[in-house]
């Protein structure tokens, strides 16, 4: 088995257009010749070692890890600009909800502040059959006016990203995006994940030196709970829907840790929550070594994806 992980481990640096091999390689390789070469016990005929009993070995031999970032780091490729972000709101994103505005669409109101006579009127004959309408057919209409707008950044710091540096681009990347909004004066929430934990590290804020502390102080290490991550900034996002908020997750999207039973049950559950929110995924992975989670989840939602590579010089 050694020599089959030595030989995977080559290959898989290969594969990424590399000369060295990784710890990362190394835990890819093991996960590879381990999974089908070891068995629970000596002669017996029962299925081989699985893979999440393997990498559960790897991730507890694995301590907390605090790495640093680049603070002098430069954005290639703008992911806030509108082209990048799915465009659910038109054209002069970011908006902010208010009662004056452009009326853009209309919602169920018990008691609307500013009645959407057309949609009002709608309802109420697609309900009754004519026009005849009730309390319960009036609408309220959504206005939005430009605003400041709110990024909640929802970085992975599982085990996995501490392969390749991963986590410290990651950190460099949310950095950046900090010190963007803050130029243009907007607000950035910082979520991470790892282990069975979903942390809301810096609540929505426009404080640069507490995202910072943050940052600096945010250790790595055990699983990845993906799925778990992105129902919680979707939480955050409905509960601050005034701001029109968007969601950037920086991941290498090796989701381990599911809300159900799988990533697919999964993804059904959170396609409800996603409605309404603009989503920007950032995969830690180079596109040759990236399992493909992220780019479905994308797909998915109707959500942007890059890679890291592509975002920071």
């Keep these: 088995a050694d020599i089959v992980m030595e030989k995977a481990a080559k290959a898989l640096a290969a594969l990424d257009g590399r000369d060295y091999v990784t710890e990362d390689d190394i835990k890819e390789a093991a996960i590879l010749a381990l999974t089908h070469r070891m068995r629970q016990k000596p002669f017996e005929k029962g299925g081989t070692l699985q893979r999440e009993i393997i990498e559960n070995i790897l991730q507890k031999k694995s301590k907390d890890e605090i790495f640093d970032f680049e603070k002098n780091a430069e954005i290639r490729r703008e992911i806030l600009k509108l082209d990048a972000i799915s465009p659910t ?3 002069d994103f970011p908006k902010i909800e208010g009662e004056r505005g452009l009326y853009i669409k209309a919602r169920e109101g018990k008691n609307p502040k500013s009645v959407a006579i057309d949609a009002t009127l709608r309802k109420a004959v697609r309900e009754t059959g004519k026009l005849e309408v009730l309390p319960e057919h009036l609408m309220e209409k959504v206005r939005v006016s430009k605003g400041e707008a709110l990024y909640i950044i929802l970085l992975d710091s599982s085990s996995s990203m501490r392969m390749d540096k991963k986590i410290r681009f990651a950190k460099t990347l949310a950095w950046c995006l900090l010190k963007h909004s803050y130029e243009k004066k907007n607000s950035v929430a910082l979520l991470t994940f790892r282990g069975h934990d979903v942390q809301v590290l810096v609540p929505p804020t426009s404080d640069v030196v507490r995202i910072e502390e943050a940052l600096e102080k945010l250790p790595t290490g055990g699983k990845t709970p993906l799925t778990p991550a992105l129902y919680k900034a979707f939480m955050m996002a409905k509960k ?10 920086i991941s290498d999207g090796k989701g381990n840790v599911f809300i159900k039973d799988n990533i697919d ?11 309404g929110i603009n989503l920007v995924m950032v995969n830690a992975e180079s ?15 109707n959500a942007s994806h890059l890679y890291l590579e592509e975002v920071v010089r």
């Design 89 to 91: 709101y038109g054209k």
């Design 265 to 275: 049950e999964d993804l059904k559950f959170l396609f409800s929550f996603a409605k």
């Design 240 to 249: 601050e829907a005034k701001a029109l908020p968007t969601v950037i997750l």
């Design 287 to 301: 596109k040759n070594r990236s399992i493909g989670l992220l780019e479905n989840i994308a797909e998915t939602f």
